[in-house]
Each structure stands twice: as C-alpha cells, then as structure tokens.
T-cell receptor
C-alpha cells in the first residue's frame, strides 16, 4: 500500500537554527499538508499546498515557516529560526484530489523536532 | 469556530472488554467526521469516517455514528484486542480540506 514517508524521524537543533523537515507524499496525490502536535496538545493544521502554492495557512504558520515542493516527489517544511516553542511532532499528509472533505488524508509517521 | 472535544485518557482495558471513546464537536454547517488511529511508531491512519448525519462508519470492528442532534461521534468496539492499543484521534473537516483534531485518547489493552 502506498504511504507517506517523512525524514528524519527525530531532529534535534539549537534555538535560532534553520531546520528542514522532509516528506514524500503518495505519488499521484496533488494536495499536501503539514500539521504539528506539541506534546500533550492537539494536532494542529499548519498549511495546505496545491499546484505549487499555499492554499491555506493557519495563524501558526508565520514568516518563520515556508513550504516548498523542490522536485516531483519531495515536500518540505522549513523553519528559518527555530524557537523553543517549535518543539513538536510534525506530520505531513497528502490527498489525491482535495476537492472535498470526504477525500482521505494519508499521514506520514511524523518528525519529532526538539529545539534546545 | 470548529473544534473537537474527546474523552481524556489514558484508558486501560482488559482484552475482550468493551471500548467507548466519546467525541463531541462544534462546527458551522455539516462537517465530515473522522476517527484516526496512531499505533506506536507509526503515522496517523484513517480508521473510519462519516460524511453526513446518521451515517455509521465502521472498520476493524470499530463503529461510530454521526449524531447531529447531540453533535457527537463516539467510537465503540465490542471486544478489544491487545493489538488495538494505540492513540485514537477524533477529527472533523467542514468541507475546507483541513482537519481539526481532538487531543487524542491513549488506549492500552492488557492481555
């Protein structure tokens, strides 16, 4: 069964450093998403991406965050200057069409980001 | 705004016990409702979904019915197994592609 993959599984970084989290969505999917879960809190939507541009972003997704699809397979989330409060599990997801909420979002296993 | 409230865990059960995880929601319009499960070390997997009132989603012995009158989508399983140990997330999507999740409920099933 096709799956979404994410690398690395765990990233440790110093405050102020840039990090790039990588995702490989399912190959025929067109819509891509990032969510995050701070320890003990809810999974929160960050951003959706379609046709090489952001479709929607949450209040969390400020100027420190950016997303990119640098080639035909990868989808990345960059945090320019990490803060302690960016420590969380980051999930990537993809959907085939995204045309309705009934389309299933397939999630990756997550990257645990720890900012020291 | 849209939000999901689910039963806090952790929940610990014996094998073959009955499991219920409560989930209620607040949303404008008529959202689709989902249960996702996360097994240890894995990503979020869709367990079941319902897209309109009175729909029942079911999968792997789990069921949940979309109750518009009580704005609920409680997850049930009649006889749990050790392999059902996981974190369960209730979620909704009000037709704008993104999901709003509950906090997750950790379920541990003992042999």
């Amino acid at each position: 069964e096709p799956e979404v993959t994410q690398t690395p599984s765990h990233q440790v970084t110093q405050m102020g450093q840039e990090v790039i989290l990588r995702c490989v969505p399912i190959s025929n999917h067109l819509y891509f998403y990032w969510y995050r879960q701070i320890l003990g809190q809810k999974v929160e939507f960050l951003v959706s991406f379609y046709n090489n541009e952001i479709s929607e972003k949450s209040e969390i997704f400020d100027d420190q965050f950016s997303v990119e699809r640098p080639d035909g397979s990868n989808f990345t989330l960059k945090i320019r200057s990490t803060k302690l409060e960016d420590s969380a599990m980051y999930f990537c997801a993809s959907t085939q069409t995204g045309l309705s909420s009934t389309d299933t979002q397939y999630f990756g296993p997550g990257t645990r980001l720890t900012v020291l | 705004g849209n939000s999901v409230t689910q039963m806090e865990g952790p929940v610990t059960l014996s094998e073959e016990a009955f499991l219920t995880i409560n989930c209620t929601y607040t949303a404008t319009g008529y959202p689709s409702l989902f249960w996702y499960v996360q097994y240890p070390g894995e990503g979020l997997q869709l367990l079941l979904k319902a897209t309109k009132a009175d729909d029942k989603g079911s999968n792997k012995g789990f069921e949940a019915t979309y109750r518009k009158e009580t704005t609920s989508f409680h997850l049930e399983k009649g006889s749990v197994q050790v392999s059902d140990s996981a974190v369960y997330f209730c979620a909704l999507s009000p037709n704008d592609y993104k999901l709003s999740f509950g906090a997750g409920t950790t379920v541990t099933v003992r042999a």
